[in-house]
């Protein structure tokens, strides 16, 4: 869901690339065979350890959101281009974003799911807020994503979070109040916490990618490390914390809702791998092109990706259900058995890096190209 | 000049030949930590030079000699002769000849180092203002606004403001041997020293270094102070900064808690 | 238009000026430059040339110039401002500083300390630093510079400067001092003041003084003068005499060809060489004693003798490029060597600068007898250039010169402008007044110049300025 184009940053490409296996993977996985985390306890069974990492796409695309930002405010900037024209360029990206999650509610799901505040409405209403927070101190831009970590879980008390989710799914009426508590705390990914991984991602990129490379990794680093200790910390205790740190949810590591450890683990987790990755590949594509000719095509369309998969497997869904039953949902969930939907998943991934290898080879358009027409 | 693989490094370090058997070849360490290779030829005591052995056949030896130019040495300067009465004196950067009576070379020679070390230590001083002004240019943006994309060369700029106050430190120090007026009476040592100075446009030279080195003293000096402008404000403005964050999310809060209530009637 | 302006005549201010020389132009200058009404100037000059002694003549041989006169300028910016060096910029002439550090003498040539060591041992160097000292301690640059003025310490110009060279303990220091600033000085040590013969030996160090020249010629400078003025130029025109006419103005006689002319003038400055100031006649006879106390104030005569030769190929380059050197023959002769400057030069030339007693005793001499003279005087290293002569020239500056400028008594700057009370617009100017230089004169005559622009602005018959000054000297 990247918009940020050059300088292209290898570590960025894989690391988005790996989101998209996830999101593909758990997305084939939950819709086609119903198979996901909905257990009530930490780490319970040997499945849950493996399901663990589907759970880091989101916070992948939404912390790479503001890296991205970072990089792409630099290459403006070195264009010369103004402020104005910048801020311009980025509130039409973010309403870009938020007018197409809205219309991706509706089309590939229903128009009662239009509301649902999914992740291309987080990374619209994160460019909006990145717009005023890029004038910030780093330093606040990171304390502020701290801030709307803690105190999230005091949100979700005070609004009875678990009223608005049933059986695992947001459910809303059509009301203002409803309509901005679940943009705010309770949809799917609300602003709390979630605005917090676009912010972390903007104030992490300032450290990595400006001036001293070597010394300011090692903070990232460590910074990383904190935040998965303290996640760790906070899951071990958890009995012990008050509710207000805590928020409604009844487990540690949730990613419904995203969960104060859930927060800090994932960001923590995600930050380190940025590091590593940075001091592993960056300014040496040349050593890593096997790896870089497949994860490249997909991190540069990752927007299109997300679209495309949805499409690619949930409309067939409906109609395969409509003309088997009658019902269009009859099959969701119960298509078929999760080893056949991760084939399925595998051979869309496989597919999808051919197709976008000659989208870019032959200058097809794409919604990313739309969205640079549009907006720029 | 084309070098081939043939051509060989002149030997400086050989008496050419034609001068008297006493001419001597000194190596003088100078002030300014390079070295001077002195061609010492003697004449007797007691002559103004026009009856010494073919004196003018010497000065045009002792002059070739200094002329002569290492095909590999790009940097070699014109050489300077000096003719004095009775002496004759040739010099150029790392190499000089004296010519005179017995009873007069030590005196030259002390003058012609005290030249050189002088000389030798604005030719270095010069080469770090050619340096800073290099950077002028690039850097003189920072000294009227400085951005906040510039951080990472505060480092950089600070050292080359350390670097333009080392260097107008030295040239004030070189400033009384650059710019000192005419001994009067002269003397020997004086007059050479003199006549090596204009020859060279030491105290022009000099004025240019200063004037450069002032240049890039200015500019770094207003780059330092726009640092600490830049840096107090940006201190605000973190702290305005983080008191709106703070707004914010307790605005957020007062927000979902209305709503909350309302939600609950 | 002024009260002066507006006098019933309907005239415009008379102003004459006589003599042609660099007084006459200088003072001529000024006044144009400095007046803020129009005046009616007329210069009289008598022979046929302007410039007096800043004279730059060619050879018949060759088209090659030499000085004649003045060989060089003095700068004493150094010290302070200087006027002369600004019109010489202003008037955009180029200049090239000269030099010259050694003294022949016996043939050995002494160009610093080592060197007089070397010939009188360490006594002579030791005399002769000792000289210098007290030298410089009796006139500071500052002294040096203000020498002209009223606010000069007398203490230094007080006495004959022949005891003072007779401080110098050491025959050969003595005469190496002698030997270098004699020709400057153009008379005997004991014809002149201490004062004076300090400033000639000082002017040798570059803090007090350094010299330079026009290249081209010298006389460059009176001619740009003399090229930008309005005045009414009159040569081959003789002043014979000065007095008051009928109603009250300055009465001129002159002689302008067979013709004897009489014009009347409400101003008259006379700047001429003192030789020639004496052959004026004055009828008024006020102003007949006040030229005549004048004259015997100033007339301290002092002599030049100019021999440039020119040479068939250039002149072997001196040590240290030096424009010249001195000489102790003729009691101690300047000899330059006037094409150093000029990389260029085809052929050589020579001019020796020969002042004082020898001066005057070899000016009876042929110009052939004097040439070979001099020719004899050549040093070592110039000595090839005897047999290359192809033709010389001799100058004879007799009386040129003042050999105590100011007089054994220095009068008000004033005073030595106006010497008659009684004739409040009749000035004199001349560089006898100051120090014998180009500077001195200049300085004359913008004293002059201001004072007779001050008085035309503040109409006829006001003497504001006369009246004051008489006060001041009354109560004196």
């Known amino acids: 869901m990247s918009h940020a184009a050059a300088p292209r940053q290898a570590s960025i490409d894989v690391l988005r690339a790996v989101a998209i296996v996830l999101m593909v993977v758990v997305h084939f996985v939950e819709n086609l065979s119903g198979w996901y985390d909905g257990g009530s306890g930490p780490f319970e069974g040997v499945h849950r350890v493996w399901w663990l990492p589907t759970g880091f796409a989101a916070p992948i695309f939404a912390l790479l959101s503001g890296m991205s930002y970072r990089l792409w405010l630099g290459v403006q900037t070195q264009r010369g281009l103004s402020d104005e024209t910048i801020s311009k360029r980025t509130v039409r990206r973010g309403l870009f974003l938020i007018g197409l999650g809205f219309a991706f509610n509706v089309l590939v799901w229903l128009p009662e799911d239009i509301f649902n505040w999914d992740i291309l409405t987080l990374i619209g209403v994160g460019l909006l807020v990145l717009d005023v927070a890029r004038r910030m101190p780093d330093w606040v831009v990171g304390m502020a994503a701290v801030l709307i970590i803690f105190v999230s879980p005091a949100m979700r008390v005070a609004v009875d979070y678990t009223a608005y989710w049933q059986a695992g799914y947001f459910d809303y009426d059509f009301t203002l109040t409803d309509v901005l508590l679940g943009w705010l705390v309770v949809g799917y990914f609300p602003i709390f916490p979630w605005l917090a991984f676009p912010l972390l991602g903007h104030a992490f990129a300032a450290w990595l990618f400006d001036g001293n490379r070597s010394g300011r990794l090692r903070h990232i680093a460590a910074s990383g490390v904190a935040g998965i200790a303290t996640a760790l910390a906070i899951t071990a205790t958890w009995d012990a914390l008050p509710a207000v740190l805590t928020g409604e949810g009844g487990r540690g590591w949730t990613m419904f809702p995203a969960s104060t450890a859930y927060c800090l683990g994932t960001a923590g987790t995600v930050t380190l791998m940025v590091a590593i990755l940075h001091q592993l590949l960056d300014g040496r594509r040349d050593d890593w092109g096997w790896l870089l000719d497949w994860a490249t095509p997909l991190s540069r369309h990752a927007l299109s990706m997300y679209l495309l998969h949805h499409v690619v497997h949930v409309w067939p869904l409906w109609v395969w259900g409509a003309v088997a039953t009658g019902e269009t949902t009859a099959l969701w969930q119960v298509a078929m058995p999760p080893a056949a939907s991760l084939v399925l998943a595998a051979g869309f991934l496989i597919g999808a890096a051919f197709f976008f290898h000659c989208v870019d080879r032959r200058r097809i358009p794409s919604t990313e190209s739309l969205m640079r027409w549009l907006c720029d | ?265 | 238009m002024s009260a002066w302006l507006a006098d019933s005549s309907g005239k415009l201010p008379r102003v004459a000026i006589v003599g042609g020389g660099p007084g006459g132009l200088f003072t001529a200058w000024h006044l144009e430059q400095r007046t803020a009404v129009p005046l009616s100037l007329t210069i009289f000059e008598a022979t046929a040339r302007l410039g007096g002694k800043v004279c730059t003549a060619s050879f018949a041989s060759a088209d090659i110039q030499y000085e004649a006169g003045a060989a060089e300028l003095y700068d004493y910016s150094p010290v302070d401002v200087d006027p002369l060096r600004e019109l010489v910029q202003q008037l955009g002439l180029p200049t090239v500083a000269i030099g010259g550090s050694a003294v022949f003498v016996a043939g050995r040539s002494i160009a610093n300390l080592d060197d007089l060591g070397d010939v009188g041992g360490a006594s002579a160097r030791r005399e002769f630093a000792n000289f210098d000292i007290r030298s410089r301690s009796a006139m500071t640059p500052a002294d040096f510079y203000e020498s002209g003025s009223d606010h000069a310490g007398d203490a230094v110009a007080a006495g004959r400067f022949e005891p003072a060279l007779d401080g110098i303990g050491c025959g050969k220091a003595r005469r190496y001092v002698d030997v270098m600033i004699h020709s400057d000085l153009a008379t005997e040590a004991g014809e002149t003041s201490c004062g004076y013969g300090l400033q000639n030996y000082l002017m040798n160090d570059p803090a007090y003084m350094q010299l330079y020249r026009i290249p081209g010629g010298n006389e460059q400078l009176m001619q740009a003068v003399a090229g930008r003025l309005a005045a009414d130029v009159r040569l081959n025109a003789a002043v014979t005499a000065v007095g008051t006419g009928p109603n009250g103005a300055l009465q001129l006689q002159f002689r302008s060809g067979e013709r004897h002319l009489v014009e009347d003038f409400d101003t008259v400055i006379l700047a001429l060489p003192m030789d020639a100031l004496k052959r004026v006649r004055f009828t008024d006879t006020a102003l007949a004693d006040a030229m005549r106390q004048h004259v015997e104030h100033h007339d301290h005569p002092a002599h030049y003798l100019r021999v440039s030769v020119l040479l068939d190929r250039p002149v072997p380059v001196l040590p240290g490029d030096d424009a010249y050197v001195m000489l102790d023959a003729f009691g101690g002769t300047c000899l330059y060597v006037e094409s150093a400057c000029d990389p260029c030069a085809t052929n050589g030339v020579l001019g020796w600068l020969i002042g004082g007693t020898a001066a005057v005793e070899m000016a009876s001499l042929t110009d052939d007898a004097l040439v070979a003279t001099v020719l004899d005087s050549l040093p070592p290293p110039l000595a090839i250039c005897r047999d290359r002569v192809m033709e010389a020239r001799v100058h004879r500056w007799t009386n040129a010169v003042s050999a105590l400028p100011g007089g054994w008594s220095r009068l008000p700057v004033d005073r030595r402008h106006r010497p008659s009370r009684a004739h409040s617009r009749f000035f004199v100017v001349g560089d006898y007044l100051y120090d014998s230089t180009l500077n001195g004169v200049l300085d004359s005559a913008e004293h002059v110049a201001g004072w007779v622009v001050a008085e035309h602005a503040s109409g006829p018959g006001t003497m504001l300025m006369d009246r004051d000054r008489a006060t001041m000297e009354a109560l004196q």
């Open chain 2, 1 to 265: 000049m084309i070098v081939t693989d043939h051509d060989e490094p002149r030997d400086a370090g050989r008496i050419p030949a034609g001068l008297p058997a006493d001419a001597s070849l000194r190596r003088v360490p100078l002030a300014c930590n390079e070295e001077l290779l002195m061609l010492i030829v003697p004449l007797p005591d007691g002559n103004d030079g026009e009856s010494a052995p073919n004196p003018v056949r010497i000065t045009e030896t002792v002059t070739a000699w200094a002329a002569e130019v290492d095909p590999r040495d790009f940097t070699s300067l014109p050489v300077i002769t000096v003719p004095l009465y009775g002496c004759h004196v040739v010099w150029k950067p790392g190499q000089a000849a004296v010519v005179g009576p017995v009873s007069r070379l030590e005196l030259l020679t002390t003058a012609l180092s005290d030249f050189a070390s002088c000389e030798g230590e604005l030719r270095q001083l010069e080469q770090r203002c050619v340096d800073l002004v290099a950077t002028v240019e690039e850097d003189a943006p920072h000294a009227f606004e400085f951005e906040g994309r510039a951080v990472s060369r505060r480092g950089t700029l600070a050292s080359r403001f350390r670097e333009a106050v080392a260097v107008r430190g030295r040239l004030a120090v070189l400033a009384p041997a650059a710019h000192a007026p005419p001994v009067h009476p002269p003397t020997l040592a004086s007059q050479l020293g003199e006549r090596l100075r204009d020859r060279t446009r030491l105290a022009e030279r000099h004025e240019f270094a200063v004037d450069r080195a002032e240049l890039a003293e200015r500019l770094y000096e207003a780059c330092g102070q726009r640092i600490s402008e830049f840096g107090i404000a940006q201190r605000q403005m973190a702290l305005e900064w983080a008191i709106v964050v703070l707004l914010v999310i307790q605005t957020a809060l007062l927000v979902v808690d209305l709503l909350s209530r309302g939600a609950a009637t």
